[in-house]
């Protein structure tokens, strides 16, 4: 049982690393327009000046996290941090959801 547990969080890990590195590798790619969207956001525009380059090295770091077992439990729990912070984004930015 404790292998199946074990496969499950690698899974999980590699899930969120291959996630987390292909959106900040897309967000540097197309960088102006990153800024633009999150300058155009209603409840993120006063933090537009830092917001894009702390998202992107955010994910960054938890991605890099989840590589080594000692800082995977540190990585699963900022992902599950930043999820939940984009999820309540995502709910409050469209309340019609």
Do not use: W
Not at 18 to 26: A, D, E, K, R
Not at 47 to 53: K, S
Not at 75 to 97: A, C, D, E, K
Request: glycine share 6%; charged share 10%.
């Amino acid at each position: 049982m404790k292998k199946v547990k074990t496969r499950v969080v690698e899974f999980i890990s590699y899930f969120f690393i291959l996630l987390f590195c292909y959106v900040s590798i897309s967000k540097i790619m197309d960088f102006e327009n990153f800024q633009i969207q999150i300058s155009e956001s209603p409840l993120l525009s006063v933090y537009a000046g830092f917001m894009p380059f702390a998202v992107i090295i955010l994910e960054l770091i938890i991605a890099g996290l989840l590589c080594y077992q000692k800082t995977q439990n540190i990585g699963l729990i900022g992902s599950f941090v930043l999820m939940l912070i984009f999820t309540g984004y995502i709910f409050f930015y469209n309340p019609h959801l």
